[in-house]
Every structure is written in structure tokens, then in C-alpha cells.
Nanobody, 119 residues
Framework: QVQLVESGGGLAQAGGSLRLSCSAS????????MGWYRQAPGKQRELVAT???????NYANSVKGRFTISRDNAKNTVYLQMNSLKPEDTAVYYC?????????????WGQGTQVTVSS
């Protein structure tokens, strides 16, 4: 099993910044792609950003230039630096990790952390 623990959510004003962290623990060989997703009230969960173990990144168009995803492989931790926040960034943010366990790869999700941006 793999546990993902997120932290760093909270309340920010428009134009402000927040930094999310997500650490993976448990029994696995490696953590491959990690990512952040978000779900606003009444909307479907959507991709925010992903990062491979080698550091290749992918961003949703809505956050390009404002958010930066990074990771520390030694700590099995992924970060999301969110700058120039907008009210429309308000959502529950979920961490996702692909863990290599024995001969398979499995997806795991964190419990979510609330981000609220006031105008």
C-alpha cells in the first residue's frame, strides 16, 4: 500500500501564492509520474500538472506560467508552487502518484487539500 499525505492548502488573496506538498510512503520500488489535480464545486476533477521521475512536466493551459511543479525523488515528494492565484483556482487539490510495486504500476490518490482564493 502507498499513502499520500498532502499539505499546504489554505486561504490566499488573488495575486498571492501558496505551495502544496505531497509525500508518498509505504511499500513500493519507485514512484513514477506524480501530479496534481483539482476539483471545484460542481465540476469534474481536472489535471493541473504532472511530472515524471525524470523531471518532464506537463501543465494545464489555465495554470501555465503561474504554477510550477517539482519533485524530490529522494523524499518521494512532489510540490506545486502556485503564484498569481486567481479566484478560479479555488478547488480541492489532489495529489496522484504512480507507484511501481513488484511487477505492476498502481495509481494512488491523496485525500485532497482545500485551496481558496478570495478576490
Amino acid at each position: 500500500q502507498v499513502q499520500l499525505v498532502e499539505s499546504g492548502g489554505g486561504l490566499a488573496q488573488a495575486g498571492g501564492s501558496l505551495r502544496l506538498s505531497c509525500s508518498a510512503s509505504g511499500s513500493f520500488s519507485n514512484i513514477n509520474t506524480m501530479g496534481w489535480y483539482r476539483q471545484a464545486p460542481g465540476k469534474q476533477r481536472e489535471l493541473v500538472a504532472t511530472i515524471t521521475r525524470g523531471g518532464s512536466t506537463n501543465y494545464a493551459n489555465s495554470v501555465k506560467g503561474r504554477f510550477t511543479i517539482s519533485r524530490d525523488n529522494a523524499k518521494n515528494t512532489v510540490y506545486l508552487q502556485m503564484n498569481s492565484l486567481k479566484p478560479e483556482d479555488t478547488a480541492v487539490y489532489y495529489c496522484r502518484a504512480q507507484a511501481a510495486i513488484r511487477i505492476g504500476t498502481y495509481d494512488y490518490w491523496g485525500q485532497g487539500t482545500q485551496v481558496t482564493v478570495s478576490s
